[in-house]
């Protein structure tokens, strides 16, 4: 957002209704979750108009990807380590340190209620997903481009990913630095 | 609840008053989503008192969960095969059928719903996934009596369960029987 600003400074204004528009949403989903608030809502908030949001965003659905994926990007970076190993444990243990903070079940919130919200909701869940997805497969690309042999990406999210969502929706056991790791050398 | 109307005559009228309140509660979320609707709604709705509710159940978290339960474990009963692997395959199967259907994510949302109900819900996800966990303890336990070496719960929820649900709920690859037993294999 910064560089935005300093890059193009004509521009600025532009990413000023970008930075009070995600914090509107961001405010939003913490007060009332999703579903509960209209694009009408995220613009009174945010002090711009509803045209604004949607010449820019196109729809709410998509408004709310948006959002949560440069917080995703943000705070769980794709790393890159040198080893697919390093990788996927610093991959890991950053999704474990967010799922497990305040608000940590956003993402699966965010999905399942994109799940509910018919095609609009349907596309914006595959575009959002796809994004991170296709993150994480660069990654998965440079092990195999270093000689290693990285798992697919669906392999990923379904023995490292799944395990410490559910676990963290179910209640079940903590997800300590010893059981994170595992999951990790289980699955290479 | 055909069994409990014959052995207990008496209890006739204990046994409708539960059928018409489960009714009601599967009617409610499936019109209006979890956290939507109160105790009273479901009283109105079945044609009790309030109280009946609240003698029987004592919250609407324990109400909620007790209809998830008796519809779990009316679809997805615990196998009894003879063995662990076809145990796990036919447990796995079903619950891949359960949650592929219309409101699959059933379980998925009334356990994100509780997470956010404060102490009355968390308690009551955790009695719910409690009672799940020791029946599939239970199907360990005979494997584990018959001298095969099963995995732990917790395994069963982290490689088999979770990958599904996962998949699911973020509309990745569909679960195909290939898939399902792959995921029993890799795990046994």
Partial sequence: MEDRQRTRRPGGRSARVNAAVHQAVTDLVGERGYGSFTVGDVADRAGVADSSIYRRWGNLETLLTDVALTRLN????????????GDLRTYAAAVAREITGPDGLAVLRLTMALTSSGQQGLQARDDFLGERRRQLQSMLDRAQERG???????????????????RVLFGADPLTPDYINSLVDRLL
């Fill in 74 to 85: 943000a705070r769980s970076p794709m790393p890159d380590t040198g080893s697919l190993a």
């Fill in 148 to 166: 290693e042999n990285p798992p697919d990406a669906l392999a990923v999210l379904d023995h490292i990913m799944a395990p410490m969502y559910i």
